[in-house]
């Protein structure tokens, strides 16, 4: 079985390769692998692009496959650890708040921009929408946790309860932003909400990966506590857990990773919520296996719906999280019924 099978990564990793290529060479420009060998050379040397092939190969394509192969190991990962802290398979990412916070913060940006200062803009620059969007994300998911601390206490009840409140709210402020906005601005407020890897750059690789590999190797060190946690909090704590500490380690590695890439990518939905549910079918629910299986399976799966995305409509391109929704949600469904994950206390089979 793939549970006892010690090539299931070194498999995801061959397959993730080859998707990270694919992906690479296919799109409204086709690149030859002579012309990314060629680009790759020239950008270490220092030179220019020598074509037009080798400029959307360095400059569009890489940083944006990238990103999206960063973002969809994030997703996952998040999803893996929110899963595991509330011992819940129906958990998301962004449920405390952290994905709604987001997006009103950038939806507060498209619509009120007209009216902040030349110096803001002017110190900010593109990362203007990002950083409202991060600090939308920090402020939500603090008041989710800050409202379900109760008597020095965090009750995983509360967390959930309390993000779904938070979550109708910030949402209730993206639509009143949406009613309130221009055609133009409406439209960004859509398109940022279905998730997009068009404005991908250098940049953006660079602090979304940074952050990635930071939080990701914190991450594997609670993996046997994660694993403690599905007893129980109580007998968790017989066997030396420290409960509340985990969760408040964990939630904040969770609001760090999903508030960081969402601030640049927009919000992008199932990704946390399949990629757990299809590792634990294949290889059980031990959480140092489902770890590094999800940074490289989220990755190969973000990166398929991308280069769907740009090849439906080619030239056009589809946001992202339509496709997504579109396949997660059937998905998800036929997990359900057909492999019984749930049992009837809403607990994990596997």
Known sequence: MLKKNKFFIPVLITLLVAVLIC????????ILPSEMFSSLKHFFQGKNPANIYEGVFIELRL?????????GSILAVS????????RNPIVEPGLVGTSAGAA????????????????IKSITGPLLVPIVAFIGALLATYIVYALAKNAKRVSIMS????????????????????????????RSITFWNLGTFSGASWQQVFIVGTVAAIIFTFSLRYSKQLNTLLLGEEEAGYLGVDADKLKMRVMLLNTAMVSV?????GVIS?????????????????NKKLLPASMFLGAMLLVLADMCARLLLAPAEVPIGIITSL?????????????????DKGGYNA
Not at 79 to 86: D, K, Y
């Open 79 to 86: 999803g893996v650890l929110m899963q595991g802290l509330f």
């Open 261 to 265: 890439a969402t601030a640049f990518v």
């Open 327 to 343: 396949v997660g949600a059937p998905v998800f469904i036929v997990l359900l019924k057909r492999f019984n994950v749930l049992n």
């Open 23 to 30: 992906a690479i060479a296919f799109g409204a420009v086709s």
């Open 159 to 186: 967390l959930l309860l309390i993000g779904i409140a938070i979550n109708a709210v910030c949402l209730s402020g993206t639509g009143f932003l949406s009613y309130i906005a221009r055609d133009p601005q409406a």
């Open 270 to 286: 199932f990704m946390g919520l399949i990629v757990p549910h299809v590792l634990r079918l294949l290889i059980g629910s031990d």
């Open 63 to 71: 940083p944006r496959v990238l990103l999206c192969a960063i973002t």
């Open 104 to 119: 009103l913060g950038a939806s507060f940006v498209f619509v009120m921009a007209p009216t902040f200062s030349p110096a």
